[in-house]
């Protein structure tokens, strides 16, 4: 069974830094691409960042670019997202996700619970 769990979300200051963890279960880090999604209060969901199962290429929106960080640690089947630079409207639920296909797949095909970012003085 596809498992995903987030952790590492939290309440920080503008300008400050989290790092969120998403540790997976049933499935290899070899076998799926993961994906970080956010969604903030009454917006649409949004990519994130996207870190390939084949060769660890990374992708990133624009809006987080240069800020943001995603890897891997595939002993520990752990996908971290750094998160520096954060500003209010970084604020969300961020969700990781997993899908065989591709990064750029339309819906991705397991999905975590969630975990809230709150950027606020």
């Known amino acids: 069974q596809v498992q995903l769990v987030e952790s590492g979300g939290g309440l920080v200051q503008p300008g400050g830094s989290l790092r969120l963890s998403c540790v997976v279960s049933?499935?290899?880090?070899?076998?799926?691409?993961i994906g970080w999604f956010r969604q903030a209060s009454g917006k649409q969901r949004e990519g994130v960042s996207c870190?390939?199962?084949?060769?660890?290429?990374?992708y990133y929106s624009d809006s987080v670019k240069g800020r943001f960080t995603i890897s891997r640690d595939k002993a520990k089947n752990t996908v971290y997202l750094q998160m520096n630079s954060l500003n209010t409207d970084d604020s969300a639920v961020y969700y990781c996700?997993?899908?065989?296909?591709?990064?750029?797949?339309?819906?991705?095909?397991?999905w975590g619970q969630g975990t809230q970012v709150t950027v606020s003085s």
């Open positions: 870190i390939s199962r084949t060769d660890d290429t990374a």
């Open positions: 049933g499935f290899t880090l070899d076998d799926y691409h």
């Open positions: 996700a997993a899908d065989r296909s591709s990064c750029f797949v339309p819906n991705f095909s397991s």
